[in-house]
T-cell receptor, first 108, second 114 residues
Framework: SQKIEQNSEALNIQEGKTATLTCNYTNYSPAYLQWYRQDPGRGPVFLLLIRENEKEKRKERLKVTFDTTLKQSLFHITASQPADSATYLCAPGNKLVFGAGTILRVKS | GAGVSQSPSNKVTEKGKDVELRCDPISGHTALYWYRQSLGQGLEFLIYFQGNSAPDKSGLPSDRFSAERTGGSVSTLTIQRTQQEDSAVYLC????????????FGPGTRLTVL
C-alpha cells in the first residue's frame, strides 16, 4: 500500500533561516505532488503543486523539488518568519492520501 | 468569494447516537471530499464525490458511515451509532478539478463522542 513519510519531529528554526521539510513516499509513482499548510483548528490550505516533469517549482519564498527517482519532495521556505509556523502536509499524486505533516516553528 | 463551510463547528454526542455533519462546497466545484483527522494524525480519506458519478466510498471505515451529496452541491456525512473512536475532526474539501488537486478545505467539524 502507499506510504508517505514526513519528519515526525517538529522543526524549530530561527527567523530568517531557510526551513526544509521532507516528504518521502513508497509503493507508487505519482504524476504530481502537492503541499498544504494547516494552522491549528483550521483546514489545510493548498500551497503548491509540482508535476513529475518539473524538478523544481517556486512561489514567492517557497520552493519545492520533486525527485521521482528518490521518491522524495523537499519543501523550502526561505527567509522564514514566525508567521510561517504551522503544520505542512504533503500529498503525492492522485491518491487521496496525505502525509501526517511536519510542524514548523519559527522563532524570532 | 465564500469558501467551503461546514456545520456544526463542534458536536458533542453520546455513544450510540447518530450524527449528521454538513458541508457546503464552493459554488461550481464538481468534486467534494470528506476526510477525518484524529489528534496529531494526518488526513484519512473517507469518501469522494465527482459530478454525477458514483461516489468513491473506499475510505469509509465501517457501514455506520454514509454520505450523500444532493443536487451536486451540499453534502451530509452521517455516522450512525457513534463510538468513542469516531471522535475526530471531520474535514470537507471541494475542488473545481477532477484530478484531486488544489482542494479547498472547510474549517472542519470537531466531533466528540462521550
Amino acid at each position: 500500500s502507499q506510504k508517505i513519510e514526513q519528519n515526525s519531529e517538529a522543526l524549530n528554526i530561527q527567523e530568517g533561516k531557510t526551513a526544509t521539510l521532507t516528504c518521502n513516499y513508497t509503493n507508487y509513482s505519482p504524476a504530481y505532488l502537492q503541499w498544504y499548510r494547516q494552522d491549528p483548528g483550521r483546514g489545510p490550505v493548498f500551497l503548491l503543486l509540482i508535476r513529475e516533469n518539473e524538478k523544481e517549482k517556486r512561489k514567492e519564498r517557497l520552493k519545492v523539488t520533486f525527485d521521482t527517482t528518490l521518491k522524495q519532495s523537499l519543501f523550502h521556505i526561505t527567509a522564514s518568519q514566525p508567521a510561517d509556523s504551522a503544520t505542512y502536509l504533503c500529498a503525492p499524486g492522485n491518491k487521496l492520501v496525505f502525509g501526517a505533516g511536519t510542524i514548523l516553528r519559527v522563532k524570532s | 468569494g465564500a469558501g467551503v463551510s461546514q456545520s456544526p463547528s463542534n458536536k458533542v454526542t453520546e455513544k450510540g447516537k447518530d450524527v449528521e455533519l454538513r458541508c457546503d462546497p464552493i459554488s461550481g466545484h464538481t468534486a467534494l471530499y470528506w476526510y477525518r483527522q484524529s489528534l496529531g494524525q494526518g488526513l484519512e480519506f473517507l469518501i469522494y464525490f465527482q459530478g454525477n458519478s458514483a461516489p468513491d466510498k473506499s475510505g469509509l471505515p465501517s457501514d455506520r458511515f454514509s454520505a450523500e451529496r444532493t443536487g451536486g452541491s451540499v453534502s451530509t456525512l452521517t455516522i450512525q451509532r457513534t463510538q468513542q473512536e469516531d471522535s475526530a475532526v471531520y474535514l470537507c474539501a471541494s475542488s473545481p478539478i477532477q484530478a484531486h488537486n488544489e482542494q479547498f478545505f472547510g474549517p472542519g467539524t470537531r466531533l466528540t463522542v462521550l
